[in-house]
């Protein structure tokens, strides 16, 4: 009898486990499918510069909270005109700690139809990933925040403090800056202990292996240079010595051939002795040279040789956009480059253009830096951006989440060779990390390019882990 009642527990026991899985099952895969209709929905959306509406899609964001049940207080949707309207969304909490904001832009680059192997403002899934402008830059990272706060909605979950979300325009071009419009204008909106922006610390992937999880505290500071020559002209069947378009050829072709000197700081060896624990043979050894005080000359030269390392190892200045001439039977009177430069922290935004002046070493070639402005016609002037001092709370959370998921998983500090919003709030005082909470290939960034994709899997993976990271964070 005794044997009989224990079996009948067991099996009771056995068949409540098995529900709780297909629960848990059933849950996961109808997060899932939200997270995809919604990651979908922002991606046909279309918010580039030239033809996109980011108020459109910060609308929609909007109206998925609404019906969750944010009140609509807390779900604000402003900017300074009608096509570059933010969202900002604050989930309150008991207010035991500080606020957290998490921030990430809803606006991406240019897309042609015809540059692309299909339309980039569809949704299309497609042998193991999805594709679409902005899937990986970013707005997987947009649609991760959103499905976080509709699932700790839906929990009834109380933050032990207010977690804020702010989705918003021009970051990556236009004169309508989300973040740098809300410090100025409403700061109590977003004022926060510090923040976590998805736009950067990318977690890598290295020929199929997961190997960190970058947690970024630093980022290059973006700079465009202008590269100007100009002639009397005159009628192109009498050409002369003088040609603007030969002469900036010349400058650019001077600009090709030069690399600004190495620099090493805290972040980039530390990124560069712990990444080489996950790849092997000589980029191994290369990485570990670099580590090397003072860096491995010979290291050096084999990382310069990679456009990533490259770039994490000194300023780079690259030529992006051309114009000249104003007749196609005229000497051209005029010729202009954009040369956009990632400068390397510390390094002074001045002294890289009396560098660029004696690279080319042309007293006809004017150069100078292209200010940025603010919607209201307002100069900024370009600075150095500190680094984040790492907060041992925000680190001690990352470690745990990742624990959860994928154990042993490192954090790694790094420095993103790309510029982000974070440099307004880290000027205005707020602490950024960068941390993306998805991985990414680092063999294969499509960001800003042709049939811009990101992996199925690491996409639901990071809704999984954007979620956990915010209850770790608040709780």
């Known amino acids: 009898m005794k044997r009989t009642v224990a079996r009948a527990l067991l099996l009771c026991g056995l068949a409540a486990l098995l529900l709780h899985i297909a629960a848990r099952a059933q849950d996961a895969s109808q997060t899932d499918q939200e997270a995809r209709a919604i990651f979908k929905q922002l991606i046909e959306i279309n918010t580039t510069e030239s033809s996109g509406n980011v108020t459109a899609a910060a609308e929609a964001m909007a109206k998925r909270l609404l019906d969750a049940g944010f009140p609509a207080q807390d779900v604000i949707v402003a900017g300074p005109n009608p096509r570059k309207k933010n969202l900002v969304v ?37 042998d193991g990933n999805f594709y679409g402008r902005g899937t990986r830059d970013m707005k997987a990272g947009d649609a991760i925040l959103v499905m976080s706060f509709l699932r700790l909605k839906r929990e009834g979950y109380q ?34 202990e510090y923040c976590i922006n998805l736009d950067g610390g990318e977690f890598e992937r290295l ?16 700079a465009d240079y202008q590269f100007e020559t100009t002639n009397p002209g005159g009628h192109s069947s009498v050409p002369g ?11 650019l072709s001077k600009l090709e051939k030069f690399s600004f000197p190495v620099h090493v700081n805290e972040i980039t060896r530390q990124y560069f002795s712990q990444s080489a624990g996950f790849t092997s043979g000589s ?5 570990r040279g670099a580590a090397q005080q003072p860096p491995n000359p010979t290291a050096i030269q084999h990382l310069s040789a990679i456009p990533y390392y490259n770039a994490l190892l000194r300023t780079t200045c690259v030529a992006t956009m051309l114009s000249g001439g104003h007749a196609p039977n005229a000497l051209p009177q005029s010729a202009r480059a954009n040369v956009n430069c990632r400068i390397f922290p510390g390094d002074d935004p001045e002294e890289v253009r009396k560098t660029l002046e004696r690279v080319v ?9 292209v200010p940025d402005k603010t919607s209201d016609g307002r100069l900024i002037p370009i600075v150095a951006v500190p680094p984040s001092p790492l907060q041992p709370e925000l680190t001690s959370a990352l470690e745990r ?26 000027i205005a005082g707020i602490p950024t990390f960068g941390i993306a909470c998805m991985f990414f290939d680092m063999e294969d960034d499509r960001s800003h390019g042709k049939d811009e994709r990101v992996g199925v899997k690491d996409f639901y993976d990071g809704v999984e882990f954007g ?9």
């Open 90 to 126: 604050r989930y309150r909490g008991t207010g035991k700690k500080p606020p957290v904001l998490f921030i990430g832009h809803l606006d991406v680059v240019e897309a042609r139809r015809e540059d692309w192997s299909m339309d980039p403002f569809q949704f299309i899934e497609q």
């Open 159 to 192: 933050p032990d403090r207010d977690l804020i979300v702010a989705l918003t325009a021009d970051e990556e071009s236009g004169d309508s800056n989300g973040i740098d419009w809300l410090v100025k204008e409403h700061r109590d909106w977003i004022n926060a």
């Open 207 to 222: 020929k199929g292996q997961r190997g960190l999880a970058g947690l970024q505290a630093s980022e290059k500071v973006y």
């Open 241 to 251: 010595a003088d040609n603007a378009i030969y002469e900036l050829a010349a400058a």
């Open 283 to 287: 980029l191994a050894a290369d990485l």
């Open 361 to 369: 070493a042309d007293n006809d070639v004017k150069i100078t830096i």
């Open 401 to 426: 989440t990742l624990a959860t998921m994928w154990s042993g998983m490192q954090v790694v500090p790094t420095m993103s060779t790309g510029a982000t919003d974070g440099k307004y709030l880290r």
């Open 467 to 475: 979620y956990r990271f915010m209850k770790t964070l608040s709780s």
